[in-house]
């Protein structure tokens, strides 16, 4: 267990303290449309923001995981489960958020969901992206896998 924590805290520093901008625009695999959500075999990530706000107006960005591999599991994660990649029209990256917790265990039964809601505003006007990942592992028995699913990058307007 220990080494699963270590893992996962190695992991999330790679992501804070990599070089901002190209080099983890770089990690992040091709872009998926606006319209698709990721899905792996066993997992599903999707987000859900406006399309349009105003400069300095607070908006919601909703985000689920769900459990598809047929079976109960417990996830070990951070808190929360998602972080955000916000990118401008130039897709540079702005705005890093950050985890409060790492190494939380979490029940996740067959067919469940994990939603989280984060409030977010944008300062200037200008179109952006926006997508979450989700980054956590699963214990099985005395191998541990580790899964990073990011979500389909959505575009949001802000307008003065």
Known sequence: MNKLIVIL???VFS??????DESLAAKMRPAPSAS???KSESFSAQISIPKQVKANQEFIISVELKNETGRDLEITTGSPVFYYVVRDNAGKGIHPTARTDIGVVRPMPEGDSISEKSQYRFKQSGTYEISAIAEFSVQSG????????ETARK??????
């Open 9 to 11: 805290f190695m992991t």
């Open 15 to 20: 992501y804070y303290f990599s070089e901002p």
């Open 36 to 38: 698709e959500n990721i």
């Open 142 to 149: 005395e191998k541990s896998e580790v899964y990073q699913i």
């Open 155 to 160: 575009s949001i307007q802000v307008s003065d």
